[in-house]
């Protein structure tokens, strides 16, 4: 699922609000943010809780994408 630009019809921009909060809300997601957090906060970051959830969402992103490339590219 790509990102919306802003010229998007309303729908499209709600499925991708909806696929990011199903991404928010999943263990994994939770698991990784914990993580981050942990670590962010050993090496003494400012807003370590908003940089922890702003890392762990590029990630998941950045992995769907991939995983939509790798798909597309063997098909």
């Known amino acids: 699922m790509g990102v919306p630009n802003l ?10 609000l909806n696929h ?4 928010c809300l999943s263990e994994e997601f939770q698991n990784l943010k914990k993580e981050l957090e942990s670590i962010y ?10 940089v922890a959830f702003q890392d762990a969402l590029y990630a998941f992103l950045a992995q769907e994408e991939d995983d939509d490339k790798a798909y597309r590219s063997r098909a």
Do not use: H, Q
């Not at 010229?7 to 991708?16: A, L, M, N, R, V």
């Not at 990011?20 to 991404?23: D, E, R, S, T």
């Not at 906060?41 to 908003?50: G, P």
């Open 7 to 16: 010229d998007s019809p309303e729908e499209e921009i709600k499925k991708w």
């Open 20 to 23: 990011i909060a199903v991404i």
């Open 41 to 50: 906060l050993k090496s003494d970051m400012d807003n370590v809780r908003l």
